[in-house]
C-alpha cells in the first residue's frame, strides 16, 4: 500500500534555482493539498486541487506554482528558490466528503542556500 | 492569517497527569479533525467531529465539539510518554472551497516518564 509518495525526500538548492517536487497517491482521492510546515507555524497550506486540471491558492501561494495534469499525481514548481522557502513540504490527498481523512506523505525537507 | 488557534503551543507534564488542548476560531467548520505528528513523519488523522456538541472517545482521548462549531478541545487522562508528539487542528470552513483544508499551529506535548 504506497498511499501517498513524495520525491525527493531531501534537496539543497541554490538562491534562484528551480525545482519541482513530486507528489503521487494511489487511492484515486479527487483532493490534493500542498503544505509547508516551519517551526511554530504549523502547516500552512500552499495550494489545493479538487479534481484533475483544477487549482486553487491556499494561504500562502507566492513563489510556487502547481499542475494536476493527472488525477494520481500533484506537481509543485518553485521557479526561483529564496532561502524564505527552506521548509519541510508536505504532500496530503482526500476524498471530497466533508470530514473524510487527509493523508499525507513522509514530507520533503527542501534547504535554499 | 491563521484561522484556527491552537493552545497551548508547547505542553511539558510527568507520566499520569491530565490535559487539555484547544483550538477555536471565529469561523464556522462544517467539520473539525484532530492530527497528531511524529518527528519525520506525516500527521495521521485521530479523529473527526462532525456535528455540533459532539463528543468522541479514543481510549484515553476524549474530543469534543463546541455547540457552535467553531472550536474543539482534545482531553487526554492518565498521559504516557507514548501521547508525546505534535498535535494539529484542521478544518473546513463554510465560508471557502470544500477542497481547504486548513491546520492550526499546533500543541507539542512532550510527556515524561
Known amino acids: 500500500n504506497a498511499g501517498v509518495t513524495q520525491t525527493p525526500k531531501f534537496r539543497v538548492l541554490k538562491t534562484g534555482q528551480s525545482m519541482t517536487l513530486l507528489c503521487a497517491q494511489d487511492?484515486?482521492?479527487?483532493?490534493m493539498y500542498w503544505y509547508r510546515q516551519d517551526p511554530g507555524m504549523g502547516l500552512r497550506l500552499i495550494h489545493y486541487?479538487?479534481?484533475?486540471?483544477?487549482?486553487a491558492k491556499g494561504e500562502v501561494p507566492d513563489g510556487y506554482n502547481v499542475s494536476r495534469l493527472k488525477k494520481q499525481n500533484f506537481l509543485l514548481g518553485l521557479e526561483s528558490a529564496a532561502p524564505s522557502q527552506t521548509s519541510v513540504y508536505f504532500c496530503?490527498?482526500?476524498?471530497?466528503?466533508?470530514?473524510?481523512?487527509?493523508?499525507f506523505g513522509q514530507g520533503t525537507r527542501l534547504t535554499v542556500v | 492569517t491563521q484561522l484556527l488557534e491552537q493552545s497551548p503551543q508547547f505542553l511539558s507534564i510527568q507520566e499520569g497527569e491530565n490535559l487539555t488542548v484547544y483550538c477555536n476560531s471565529s469561523?464556522?467548520?462544517?467539520?473539525l479533525q484532530w492530527y497528531r505528528q511524529e518527528p519525520g513523519e506525516g500527521p495521521v488523522l485521530l479523529v473527526t467531529?462532525?456535528?455540533?456538541?459532539e463528543v468522541k472517545k479514543l481510549k484515553r482521548l476524549t474530543f469534543q465539539f463546541g455547540d457552535a462549531r467553531k472550536d474543539s478541545s482534545l482531553h487526554i487522562t492518565a498521559a504516557q510518554p507514548g501521547d508525546t508528539g505534535l498535535y494539529l487542528c484542521?478544518?473546513?470552513?463554510?465560508?471557502?472551497?470544500?477542497?481547504?483544508?486548513?491546520f492550526g499551529k499546533g500543541t507539542k506535548l512532550s510527556v515524561k516518564p
Open positions: 467531529v462532525v456535528t455540533g456538541g
Open positions: 469561523s464556522v467548520f462544517s467539520s
Open positions: 484542521a478544518g473546513r470552513n463554510y465560508g471557502g472551497s470544500q477542497g481547504n483544508l486548513i
Open positions: 496530503a490527498s482526500s476524498y471530497t466528503k466533508t470530514g473524510t481523512e487527509a493523508f
Open positions: 487511492m484515486n482521492h479527487e483532493y
Open positions: 486541487s479538487v479534481g484533475e486540471g483544477t487549482t
